[in-house]
């Protein structure tokens, strides 16, 4: 097993910036890459950005963040960072991160293994 445990979630105006953290108590050897999702209330888990493990050479994110968020791996330390600027109430939501296999991509929640509990992120306008 795996135990993902998210920080850094808050309220904020929007414009501003938050800086969330992922821990993972360890790694698997079909960690691929690891990923951070959102949920909105009553709206599906939507993929935001990923980055490549253990290199961090690979990242890729969300069309509707793209810009404005920077994914980040500290692979000895087993965190995955997703720092957030230029916030807007629509990137409101419970955002979540998760360790994927080879085939797991943004778009789908398949091939993602691990979560974490989310932390929650309102941006107000």
């Known amino acids: 097993q795996v135990q993902l445990v998210e920080s850094g979630g808050g309220s904020v105006q929007a414009g501003g910036s938050l800086r969330l953290s992922c821990a993972a108590s360890?790694?698997?050897?079909?960690?691929?890459?690891m990923g951070w999702f959102r949920q909105a209330p009553g709206k599906e888990r939507e993929g935001v950005a990923r980055?490549?493990?253990?290199?961090?050479?690979?990242?890729v994110y969300a069309d509707s963040v793209k810009g404005r968020f920077t994914i980040s791996l500290d692979y000895a330390k087993n965190t995955v960072y997703l720092q957030m600027t230029s916030l807007k109430p629509e990137d409101s939501g419970i955002y979540y991160c998760?360790?994927?296999?080879?085939?797991?991509?943004?778009?789908?929640?398949?091939?993602?293994?691990?979560w974490g509990q989310g932390t929650q992120v309102t941006v107000s306008s």
């Open positions: 998760a360790t994927g296999t080879g085939g797991a991509r943004i778009a789908s929640t398949q091939n993602w293994d691990y």
């Open positions: 360890r790694y698997t050897t079909d960690t691929k890459t």
């Open positions: 980055v490549s493990s253990p290199g961090g050479g690979v990242k």
